[in-house]
């Protein structure tokens, strides 16, 4: 099948308090081009800690941190970076404020925006995010990727809310928690046009220490501009 390959990792690190090293030597193994974070630095010296983490995974910053709150987007040498931008949702007094990050690139010629984000805990609080989130994405043009930890399953409105118009996979694995995984709430998604040619939940040994969340690996065909 013809198109251009861009492997994307989706990735909840747990705020980097678990197994530093299995979860950098897990990243830096499985080679993504684009590496999708939630709950990345957000606070304090947030810059120096989200470079230092691409710094170990030999990838560079794209976009997000502070300005998304915790969600990250890192890419490789492969992806020239166009233009980036975040998102924050209105906040729900009481509740964390919580927001998604965007960004255009480009790889061998093929165009493609990707978007990351990480919905609320409380469910009363998700799909009014979501709402917000999936407005933005319908704002685009081209070959999109969406990735996220949703904190809910293929059943929940929210989850249903932001897969509308865009392709899944069939893989049922469930994502969290990693140590005893019992439950799918990490998606990643693609537009119509874009090829899934794998779609895997990393559930090695090393994965279930690296962070609460297990990864999702998805090997991409974009379409050739």
């Not at 999936?134 to 929210?158: H, Q, R, Y």
């Amino acid at each position: 099948m013809s198109g251009v390959p861009l492997r994307v990792v989706s990735y909840n690190v747990h705020g980097l308090r678990d197994d530093r090293a299995a979860l950098t030597g897990l990243v830096r193994d499985l080679a993504p081009d684009v590496l999708v974070v939630q709950e990345a630095p957000r606070r304090f010296r947030w810059r120096q800690k989200c470079a230092a983490l691409a710094s170990e995974t030999g990838l560079v910053v794209a976009a997000g941190g502070l300005p998304s709150l915790g969600n990250l987007l890192l890419v490789s040498l492969r992806v020239a970076v166009r233009r980036t931008w975040c998102l924050r949702y209105p906040l729900t007094p009481g509740r964390h404020l919580r927001g998604a990050v965007f960004a255009e690139g480009a790889v061998r010629g093929a165009t493609f925006t990707v978007s990351g984000s990480h919905l609320a805990t409380d469910a009363t609080e998700r799909p009014a995010q979501a709402q917000f989130w999936k407005e933005e994405l319908e704002k685009l043009d081209g070959p999109v990727i969406v990735a996220a930890d949703l904190n809910e399953g293929p059943g929940g409105s929210a989850w249903r809310m932001v897969e509308d118009g865009l392709v899944g996979s069939a893989v049922d694995e469930p994502t969290f928690p990693a140590a005893v995984p019992s439950r799918r709430i990490d998606g990643l998604f693609v537009s119509p046009g874009v090829t899934i040619e794998r779609y895997e939940i990393i559930s090695a040994d090393r994965a279930r220490v690296a962070s609460d969340h297990l990864p999702i690996v998805a090997d991409l065909l974009l379409p050739s501009s």
